[in-house]
């Protein structure tokens, strides 16, 4: 625990990573941030001088891809050094420390700290039968959570879980597994959705609270905007397809064979906001789309109780029938349509039977 | 073969500035029944191509490069958006300044007793149990009814769920998404206001069938002018 005035340069150089490669890390970073070519020596100049952010990591109810993604960063310098910068203060999955010193180590983080360190959240807490669903160190997880939420500078909630509950709040959530935001209300909290979110926005988002001391802005729903303010849809290179009207029909058709549109095959790109179009995964290599699978709307609210993930219309699970929106107004407008005809029906027989009348004057 | 009692009833007899005699009234003022048609032909096509926008087109053959076909239809669907939605806003600004008719879809007396009178014989009517219609200039209770729960408020719906979406393709910097933005702090997912926006398209077309049913029917029973909306001449031909 001496890293209270070490710069995060300070550490990578002790891990052997060379002057060059750093500045290559800080290059790339400035690139995928869309920040101007100034901006390379400047994040170069703060990791050198700024003593670094202490980021303290928890985990609740989650799978612990967040951190595998989180690991995976592309550039090799941003696994090691965000690696070894959060190994230095809490992250109970990767540290080296286990039991009673794991949590000394956490008190202890937590005092040196105190006001300055990012609580950064993996999993959510579940709150039913008083959070007993996810025990940490002997204790509910959402009281470890809310003692920790309080020293803090802000959070980051990792992950689709964190953000919007995910897998283990889907209906009828037995745990009571809640979003981050629905516990800690005081502290801003900084939502990174995705399941997992992609290394490069991680790493990235960490990167750019080091630099600047100061956290990123974030959109209406609290993502930072650098990385959520556009849809999967808006840069997707299928696009053109979209707009072509050449769509995807089955798995294994002509058009599926063409790389056209997934649209019709449920892809929810137009209703995602994330930056797998853009940033690609595992270095740039490839996204779901590129591969021939529709977006799943990992990022997004709600994205595990939507019914199919390859139905262009949602289902909805109304009075115990499943139908999409046209089945059910296809529907309406089939017994509304049938009404009308019978109302039609009974009126003109109404007016024949009734013929002879009208020629009286009435009353 | 006429009476005083057949006469339209004395509330909706208002002196409007066209009179056209004891066998009708002037009803719907010129920028009411221009808005009219307008409206009706902007549905027409955002039903159309909003219904293929939630199906997808069959794939068109050839490169990317030359077909554009969902992004007309695309186009289509936001023009007439737009058309839709100044005539809607025109259409408010001239129940403002427009004679007693004009207001009838917007405000609607809930509260009244009498309304609901009216209301429930016009019900008996519908079903046959009432020999006589009630006779009124304007719209009738039911229908005002009607068009205010199932026309006003779900146009109304649609355009606010309209722009917040296409406030997503145009950015958050945009005035669509800086207006109707909120949308989405109720629906944090915006495939449920695609949703919904899709249920909204049913019921404007349930509204439709029984909108244009009504209209033929009380054309023929009660020996009332369909035409009314073109010339916006209400006739009691009998």
Redesign the interface.
């Known amino acids: 625990m001496s890293g209270a005035t070490e710069t995060l340069y300070n550490v990578i150089r002790r891990q052997g990573i060379t002057r060059r490669s750093f500045h290559k890390f800080c290059s790339l970073t400035a690139a995928s941030l869309g920040l101007g070519p100034l901006a390379a020596s400047t994040i170069a100049d703060a990791l050198e001088t700024k003593p670094r952010v202490p980021v303290i990591w928890l985990h609740g109810l989650e799978c612990t891809c967040c951190s595998e993604s989180f690991i995976r960063s592309a550039h090799p310098l941003i696994k090691d050094t965000l690696l070894s910068m959060i190994s230095l203060d809490y992250d109970d999955t990767i540290m080296a420390a286990a039991g009673e010193q794991a949590e000394a180590i956490l008190e202890e983080a937590r005092a040196e700290y105190k006001g300055r360190y990012v609580l950064a959240v993996e999993g959510n807490p579940p709150l039913k039968q008083a959070g007993m669903f996810c025990i940490d160190g002997g204790k509910p997880f959402v009281e470890k959570l809310r003692s920790m939420a309080e020293d803090s500078m802000a959070i980051i909630a990792w992950g689709t879980c964190a953000s919007?509950g995910c897998v283990q709040a889907a209906q009828p959530n037995p745990t009571g597994a809640a979003p981050i935001d629905q516990v800690i209300k005081n502290k801003p909290v900084i939502k990174v959705p995705g399941c997992p979110p992609i290394a490069e926005v991680m790493s990235g988002l960490v990167t750019f609270i080091t630099t600047f001391g100061k956290l990123p802005e974030l959109?209406?729903?609290g993502r930072p905007?650098m990385f959520y303010?556009?849809?999967i849809h808006?840069k997707c290179y299928r696009r053109?397809?979209?707009?072509?009207?050449?769509?995807?029909?089955e798995w294994d058709d002509e058009?599926a064979r063409k790389g056209?549109c997934l649209?019709?095959m449920g892809c929810?790109g137009p209703?995602t906001y994330n930056a797998c179009s853009a940033l690609r995964w595992n270095g740039g290599v490839s996204f779901p789309i590129q591969s021939g699978h529709g977006c799943l709307?990992c990022s997004?609210?709600?994205?595990w109780d939507?019914g199919s993930f390859y139905d262009?219309?949602?289902t909805?699970q109304q009075f115990g029938i499943e139908k999409?929106?046209?089945q059910?107004?296809?529907a309406?407008?089939g017994v509304?349509?049938l009404s009308?005809a019978a109302?039609?029906a009974?009126?003109a027989v109404?007016?024949l039977t009734k013929k002879p009348d009208r020629s009286a004057?009435?009353? | 073969?006429r009476?005083e009692?057949?006469q339209p009833p004395a509330v909706d007899a208002v002196p409007t500035e066209r009179g056209i005699g004891d066998r009708g009234a002037y009803v719907y003022d010129a920028p009411v029944r221009l808005w009219h048609w307008v409206n009706a032909a902007a549905i027409l096509m955002l039903a159309s191509t909003g219904?293929l926008i939630?199906?997808?087109?069959?794939?068109?053959s050839g490169?990317?490069?030359?077909?554009?076909?969902?992004?007309y239809?695309r186009f289509a669907h936001f023009s007439a958006g737009y058309v839709l939605s100044v005539g809607f806003v025109l259409r408010i600004y001239s129940a403002l300044i427009g004679n007693r008719h004009a207001m009838q879809i917007f405000c609607v007396p809930l509260w009244r007793g009498c309304f609901w009178r009216e209301v429930h014989h016009e019900i008996r009517w519908?079903a046959?149990l009432a020999v006589?219609a009630d006779r009124h200039v304007g719209h009738n209770p039911l229908a005002r009814l009607a068009m205010f729960v199932m026309f006003t408020q779900t146009i109304t719906f649609m355009i606010v769920t309209g722009f917040a979406l296409y406030g997503?393709?145009a950015?958050?910097d945009s005035w669509q998404d800086r207006l109707f933005?909120?949308v989405?702090?109720i629906w944090?997912?915006?495939?449920?206001v695609?949703?919904w926006h899709?249920?909204g398209?049913?019921v404007i077309?349930?509204f439709m069938?029984?909108h244009i049913?009504a209209v033929i029917?009380e054309d023929?029973?009660s020996r009332r002018s369909i035409s009314s909306m073109i010339s916006g001449e209400r006739e009691f031909r009998d």
């Open positions: 919007w959109d209406r729903q905007k303010s556009e849809r808006d053109s397809h979209f707009d072509a009207g050449q769509f995807v029909e058009c056209y649209y019709k929810k209703t709307s997004e609210d709600g994205f939507k262009r219309l949602t909805i999409n929106a046209d059910i107004g296809m309406a407008a509304v349509g009308v109302h039609a009974v009126t109404k007016r004057p009435p009353k | 073969m009476n009692a057949r219904y939630g199906t997808g087109t069959p794939a068109m490169e990317a490069s030359g077909n554009f076909l969902f992004g239809i519908y046959f006589e997503q393709g950015g958050s933005g909120w989405f702090s944090p997912n915006s495939q449920d695609h949703t899709h249920l398209l049913w077309v349930v069938l029984v049913y029917r023929i029973m």
